[in-house]
């Protein structure tokens, strides 16, 4: 089955600065990519997703880059704010998203105001 | 995106009792999925709820301790069986194929968190 990885596990940047999540899937039929931000005491909520035909997809201050000859794909999150601060899952899935999603282990992002 | 309500919120439960966690989506559905996070982890998937046949079971989880229903394109249930602390998590279900989606996007509901003591 899917397998996905996702580093790193914390990350703290500075108010106004980037931030950068990895992740890498090992099934070479996963063709879906979604981004998700949890807050505390709320379910997932998808911020951005790609698929497998296209390399990069922005909205805002919100960007996706996706590797398929790596398997790898990125969050990048620029002009951060405090209300960037939650935590972040990626998943794949195969079918582009007609299937189940496999979960990243998760990003906790901290702002420093 | 759709508008997902899950009941209860939450609960506080005794050991050997059952709960279950009803999931409504304001719009018809192909897909519902229940899922379980526990505490600073990740999300893990329970099954796939079927309408109209039976759920769809994830390695290590079974009908008899996790048995689901979905009678309708909108509505699902999640029963947690003969409840142990370990059970205590969030339980999330989530939705994707909506006719008006531009593609197979799938959302979250907000999440029942259940406390076994």
């Known amino acids: 089955g899917e397998n996905v990885e996702q580093h790193p596990s914390t990350l703290s940047v500075q108010e106004g600065d980037s931030a950068v999540i990895k992740c890498t899937y090992s099934d070479s039929a996963s063709n879906y990519f979604p981004w998700y931000k949890q807050e505390l005491g709320k379910g997932p909520q998808l911020i951005i997703d790609i698929r497998s035909n296209v390399g990069e997809k922005k909205d805002q201050r919100i960007a996706v880059t996706l590797n398929k000859t790596a398997k790898h794909f990125s969050l990048h999150i620029t002009e951060t704010q405090p209300e960037d601060s939650a935590v972040y899952f990626c998943a794949a899935s195969s079918n582009f998203g007609n299937e189940k999603l496999t979960f990243g282990t998760g990003t906790r992002l901290t702002i420093i105001p | 995106s759709a508008v997902i309500s899950q009941k209860p919120s939450r609960d506080i439960c005794q050991r050997g009792t059952s709960l279950t966690i009803q999931c409504q989506v304001d719009s018809q559905v192909t897909m519902m999925f229940w899922y379980r996070q526990q505490p600073g982890q990740s999300l893990t998937l329970i099954a796939t709820?079927?309408?109209?046949?039976?759920?769809?079971?994830e390695s290590g989880f079974v009908i008899d301790k996790f048995p689901i229903s979905r009678p309708n394109l909108t509505f699902s249930t999640l029963t947690v069986s003969n409840m142990s602390p370990e059970d205590s998590s969030i339980y999330l279900c989530?939705?994707?194929?909506?006719?008006?989606?531009?593609?197979?996007?799938?959302?979250f509901g907000p999440g029942t968190r259940l406390t076994v003591l």
């Open positions: 709820a079927n309408q109209g046949s039976e759920a769809t079971y």
């Open positions: 989530s939705v994707g194929g909506m006719n008006w989606a531009a593609h197979n996007e799938q959302f």
